[in-house]
């Protein structure tokens, strides 16, 4: 494995067994594992495929600052859903960033016009979804560039709850995009870009089916506006494999697929891609506590749930489970329902599953985790969260993220 020709997905069979292990002894569990290795393997992916495009980190996959810095040394520039991420992308380094505003809070854009003003070396620009938003920044004094998010009413995504291009939640409705862009001239704003994303989790052939309409839908509508635009941005949510058995995305294709769909601009086309890049990169690892036998399946309860690992609980989303006993595959198989310590019927982190016969101590490994893992992590039920390991990409591991304590979850409410 090289870095000049990274393989398409790492799956969790490619994690060595023993070494997850030895972290699971080493940090404790629940655990985190983040490859920053894997994910400059990912990013160098994108750049291969997405060789004439601007190619953007949404930041909400994964903001583990360490993490941000690799993305950020690896080429990459950050998009941001809020004041927040905006923070953090500068903290790590990120020299261009773009705030894609949803629906933003008043002191979300306090914060992040303070800083365009503190910074001008950054090259930072707001993206409104809202006339509202035009009205909110122009109090603030804001002299910054914009672009516009815009709902081209087309979405796609692995479920209901992430595909956003059709929902009217996110963006301005296509058709009242050219008056909002005069308005937003005539106010002496330089309008730099436009903005859409169809959804988060895009695999299968109709996900991309949805994306290519979207891209030219965003493509005829850039060439219509009487306003010369820097760039287009197309979104991001390029799925990864979930399951063992699918095959990954050919990057190549979709990538041609996207600038043919585009068509010819004089802006620059751009993408903004988040669970790729971090997806594959990262590992859950989590022990046993108890094995319970009942008529319907063997119930396998670990220290991990769905504070740890929402999107189980949230999409019943699928990961991939894998015992790292190092007698694994000599035990006999049975079929387990994986399920955590919160008091929620919801608290399952897979069911059905095919696993060797598992015993209280053993170490479970979590595929798929680095996007929207440790980001989604609560202390409901009063669980504090788990912590990060970081490697480096040469063996070298190191804490990202300290584990929370119980005294941290009250740490906010003072002296009672």
């Not at 490619?14 to 404790?28: H, Q, S």
């Not at 001239?185 to 994306?211: C, P, T």
């Not at 697929?257 to 601009?265: E, N, P, Q, S, V």
Request: charged fraction near 25%; glycine fraction near 8%; aromatic fraction near 4%.
């Amino acid at each position: 494995m090289t870095t000049e020709d990274p393989p398409p997905i790492r799956r969790l069979a490619d994690w060595d067994p023993a070494g997850l292990r030895d972290l699971a002894e080493t940090y404790d569990t629940p655990l985190y594992v983040l490859d920053q290795g894997r994910v400059r393997e990912n990013v160098a992916n994108l750049q291969t495929a997405f060789h004439d495009e601007h190619v953007s980190y949404a930041v909400k996959a994964n903001t583990v600052r360490r993490t941000l810095e690799t993305v950020e040394d690896a080429g990459l520039d950050a998009e941001c859903a809020s004041a927040g991420e905006v923070q953090r992308a500068v903290d790590a380094g990120f020299s261009t960033v773009r705030y894609t505003a949803v629906n933003p809070p008043s002191e979300d854009l306090d914060h992040v016009v303070a800083l365009h003003e503190a910074h001008p070396e950054i090259d930072l620009v707001v993206t409104i979804g809202a006339a509202d938003t035009l009205d909110a920044l122009a109090e603030r004094d804001y002299a910054g560039p914009l672009a516009i998010r815009v709902n081209p009413g087309v979405g796609a995504g692995h479920h209901a709850k992430v595909t956003t291009g059709d929902a009217p939640k996110f963006g301005v409705p296509y058709d009242r995009v050219p008056d909002l862009a005069d308005e937003i001239v005539e106010r002496g704003y330089d309008l730099v870009g436009l903005h859409a994303h169809a959804g988060s989790g895009i695999h299968g052939e109709d996900d991309l089916a949805a994306h290519r309409e979207l891209v030219a839908r965003m493509g005829d509508l850039a060439r219509d506006l009487d306003h010369d635009l820097d760039f287009l941005n197309v979104g991001g949510g390029l799925g990864v494999p979930y399951h063992p058995e699918q095959d990954p995305l050919d990057l190549d294709a979709v990538a041609e697929a996207t600038r043919d769909a585009a068509g010819d601009l004089d802006a620059q086309l751009g993408i903004e891609p988040g669970r790729y890049v971090v997806a594959d990169a990262g590992v859950l690892l989590t022990t046993v506590n108890t094995v319970k036998p009942t008529p319907e399946t063997t119930v396998v309860g670990v220290d991990a749930g769905m504070t740890t690992l929402l999107r189980p609980a949230m999409y019943d989303a699928y990961h991939e489970i894998r015992s790292l006993a190092d007698d694994a595959d000599d035990r006999d198989e049975v079929t387990a329902m994986v399920a955590g310590p919160i008091c929620e019927t919801a608290d399952v982190l897979g069911r059905d599953r095919r696993l060797p016969r598992p015993e209280c101590r053993d170490v479970f490994a979590i595929g798929n985790a680095g996007a929207y893992g440790y980001e989604m992590a609560s202390t409901y039920n009063s669980r504090p969260r788990p912590a990060v390991v970081s490697l480096d990409g040469t063996g070298e591991t190191s804490v990202a993220v300290e584990r929370e304590t119980l005294s941290d979850l009250t740490r906010l409410e003072g002296q009672q």
